[in-house]
């Protein structure tokens, strides 16, 4: 068999294994089987599938019958997949870090990854997604608020460039620096051995 057949062949064949995993875990999860779910999620999430990596991050967020909730699972998981671009989870990252779900409480990490979040999010997310990021901001001076934006909007997802604009986050007018005097050092008088005897 060619090598180039056999590539195509993998390729056709594990679209369908894909979205049976989705309707297994929908099914397990219609019948309130969660454990089940995440057995059927957790090859998708692992080959980087970043829907499932979603879903299996919110499984272990709620927890259900059979599965105990862990919220520290559940941010690893929020996390990979808000580094792959993917605005929900980068807004329940935020949010983890907001509340201290799963994570250590950090105003900095949260107004980081909502500004992310509230960047990517769709128009009907966007407005509340922002109020969020100035909520967890609130203790932030603006400089710090400032650079974390310059800080996500530095990290741009490859997914999601178009509806990532600076125009997004008003920025505060820049004051005028006063010119400062070059700084000149004064002269000083050559050390010899001969100078520092005397």
């Avoid at 397990?28 to 454990?35: I, Q, S």
């Avoid at 599938?49 to 967020?61: I, M, Y």
């Avoid at 505060?172 to 050390?191: D, G, I, L, N």
Wanted: proline share 8%.
């Amino acid at each position: 068999m060619k090598p180039w057949l056999l590539v195509a062949a993998i390729s056709t064949a594990a679209a369908p294994v894909a979205h049976a995993g989705y309707e297994e875990a929908a099914a397990a999860l219609g019948r309130g089987e969660a454990v089940a779910a995440m057995r059927e999620l957790q090859p998708l999430a692992d080959k980087g599938d970043v829907r499932a990596t979603k879903l299996l991050a919110s499984l272990f967020g709620s927890g259900g019958k059979g599965l105990v909730a862990d919220p520290m699972r559940a941010m690893q998981l929020y996390r990979r997949a808000a580094e792959a671009g993917d605005a929900e989870s980068q807004y329940a990252l935020g949010r983890g870090y907001a509340l201290g779900t799963g994570l250590l409480r950090s105003p900095n990490q949260a107004y980081y990854w909502l500004s992310i979040a509230a960047a990517n999010a769709n128009p009907n997310d966007r407005a509340a997604w922002e109020r969020e990021r100035e909520a967890a901001g609130q203790t932030l001076t603006a400089a710090e608020r400032d650079h974390l934006r310059e800080a996500a909007f530095a990290r741009r997802p490859p997914g999601n460039a178009t509806r990532f604009s600076r125009r997004s986050w008003p920025r505060p007018p820049q004051k005028a620096r006063p010119a400062r005097p070059p700084v000149v050092a004064p002269a000083r008088e050559s050390w010899s051995p001969a100078t520092a005897r005397s």
